[in-house]
């Protein structure tokens, strides 16, 4: 068993507020992590908190995200791609955009960092290095979170990749394989949250002729997820992991549109946090 302290974050689209709330409680309190691993929205969350950059998720989430350029149909019927990932990761997070990652930053962080996404054709889990991004080029992050059906599978040197919760959901294995102590995992739906398919066996439905293996993975998210929790409640009674999850939502979804309530969910992530370093003085 190593000594490093590991975060992992599950993401959950616009969900992902309460944990962008969680990590700036964490740069508030100067608590730093070994291995940070984010899927989804999470690996855009944990780009930002390793950049030091807080409130920057708030913004994406709360302020950006109702544009239409960030999502709306008009950008579906022009490219079959309901979330604009080169504009959120892209047009805006660039050094030249309103709200550019200070990628310098992150690379000066000593923790190790990786983006969860899957391979459409294969199924294969990819791990994504911070160092196989660059200044001005996050396309791991756009892979990340590609969410099947509402986008097209995003590219990256010819490989078609999706949502990293297809792949690994819940990646504390992951984390504890990198020689992690300790684990602060960030969930965004309630803990004891029992996920069911029948989204998910729609959104695959979308992609089963072109990406069957892709698809297969989505209809059985729901229960690898859910399995992946109890796995998490079992490290959490050994004293090697602590969740940390929401006692509701607030009523936002995977794709809300509610300033108001995402701000709330975002405060509450935030007070949420405040157990983080009790946890990490435990031995």
């Known amino acids: 068993m190593g000594d490093k302290i590991g975060v992992v974050d599950v993401g959950g689209g616009y969900r992902g507020i309460y944990a962008a709330g969680v990590l700036d409680r964490c740069l508030d309190d100067d608590i730093r992590f070994d291995v940070c691993i984010g899927v989804s929205a999470g690996s855009a969350n944990l780009a930002s908190y390793m950049a030091g950059q807080a409130r920057r998720n708030r913004q994406f989430y709360a302020e950006y995200g109702l544009r239409p350029e960030y999502m ?37 962080n000593p923790a190790e960092y990786l983006a969860v996404a899957t391979e459409a054709e294969t199924g294969h889990v990819r791990y994504f290095s911070k160092h196989e991004m660059q200044q001005d080029n996050y396309r791991p992050l756009c892979a990340s979170s590609c ?30 394989a990198m020689g992690c102590e300790k684990v602060v995992l960030l969930l965004t739906l309630p803990e004891d949250t029992i996920r069911t398919d029948k989204i998910d066996r729609k959104l695959a439905a979308g992609i089963h002729k072109r990406y069957p293996i892709a698809a297969d993975q989505l209809t059985n998210r729901a229960a690898v997820y859910n399995e992946c929790v109890e796995k998490a409640k079992e490290y959490a009674a050994q004293g090697k992991l602590l969740i940390i999850a929401p006692q509701t939502t607030c009523g936002v979804g995977t794709l809300c549109r509610d300033a108001q309530a995402m701000l709330q969910f975002y405060q509450n992530g935030y007070q949420d946090g405040e157990r983080i370093d009790t946890f990490l003085q435990k031995r």
Do not use: Q, W
């Open 147 to 176: 969410i099947p059906t509402v986008c097209r599978a995003y590219h990256i040197d010819g490989i078609p990749y999706y949502d990293g919760a297809l792949a690994d959901p819940i990646p504390i294995d992951k984390a504890f």
């Open 72 to 108: 709306s149909l008009r950008n579906y019927l022009k490219s079959r791609n309901l979330l604009d990932l080169d504009y959120i990761y892209g047009t805006l997070s660039n050094s030249d955009g309103e709200s550019p990652l200070d990628y310098a930053a992150m690379l000066r």
